[in-house]
């Protein structure tokens, strides 16, 4: 059945579970822009930090436990500002690590990559497999203006080549005030090509680029993609990935992750979709465990 599959959540963070980290990144400029836009049913920066997500790490385990979940992945996300120059979200990879070591096991570990500081974020990354064991390198492009193509990504694609871990892209637009075009799906099919022991995964269905994020994730067998960024039941044109996921282009090539919109809402309304059964468990656990070897 599947109401007793214990799920994986491959994109989540620390503002999630922790109020102060979500105060921080939502008194940023381009989220404050966010707050007058996409954002804007929500309230303003301080209400919505108050109601959106839980208090502590503590209800973030107890939510994992009633909600059945086995892995919430917690990435050490790099978002940066191109009109401040200066970063609105730099999360530690040590803070990550204590979650991952008080996470009674539930807790799988993603280091950021800052193209704009190689060296360092190389160290950074060696620190974050090698020694703590995360298993995913995640990158948020539209931060830095900078598509997958950019030359300053290469050395994070010989980490993850070296590592054999995932490579993750947000891909779609950019609902916090950045250029968008960076997350365009499309950018990835050049890099698959190039680097096709590497595996990608773009995030977020690539709205509104929903065609190009089905086309790379069904073309390359090194291409994966990710369902999170909406609650399921609002997802933008979710009929079109609906069927994509159902059927056999790409029920073996996409995962689940619940974006800090809520865990026990996100499984619940992807539990109510008119999915095979096979579906639901292959996107909710299966793919994610096999991708990265869990």
């Known amino acids: 059945m599947t109401e007793d599959i214990k799920a994986i959540d491959i994109m989540n963070y620390p503002h ?17 822009i966010g707050f007058k836009s996409t954002f804007k049913p929500f309230g303003n920066p301080e209400i919505a930090a108050k109601k959106l997500g839980l208090n502590s790490f503590e209800e973030l385990l107890k939510e994992a436990d009633d909600c059945g979940y086995e892995k919430v992945f917690i990435t050490a996300l790099k978002q940066w500002s191109i009109v401040n120059s200066n970063w609105v979200v730099n999360v530690n990879i040590d803070m990550v690590q204590d979650f991952v070591k008080r996470g009674k096991g539930k807790i799988v570990g993603c280091v950021g990559y800052d193209p704009l500081r190689i060296e360092d974020s190389l160290r950074e990354i060696d620190k974050a497999v ?22 300053r990504y290469y050395p994070a694609y010989v980490k993850a080549l070296e590592y054999g871990v995932p490579i993750g892209f947000q891909s779609g637009h950019s609902a916090e005030s950045m250029p968008s075009d960076p997350g365009r799906p499309m950018y990835i099919d050049e890099i698959a090509i190039q680097w096709p022991s590497v595996n990608f995964v773009l995030s977020h269905t690539g709205w509104p680029w929903v ?8 073309k390359h067998p090194n291409v994966y993609g990710d369902i999170s960024a909406y609650p399921p039941r609002a997802m933008p044109d979710k009929e079109k990935i609906f069927a994509f996921i159902d059927s056999w282009k790409g029920q073996d090539k996409v995962m689940f992750g619940s974006n800090s919109l809520g865990m026990k809402a996100c499984k619940e309304q992807f539990m109510a979709l008119e999915l095979k059964e096979d579906t639901k468990r292959k996107i909710l656990r299966d793919n994610a465990v096999k991708l990265f070897k869990l």
């Open 16 to 32: 999630y579970f922790l109020p102060e980290e979500r105060m921080r990144m939502f008194s940023t400029y381009e989220w404050k």
């Open 211 to 218: 065609d190009e994020w089905m086309d790379m994730v069904w």
């Open 130 to 151: 090698k020694e703590y064991g995360f298993k995913y390198i995640y990158i948020h492009p539209q931060g830095f203006g900078l598509p997958p193509t950019d030359r």
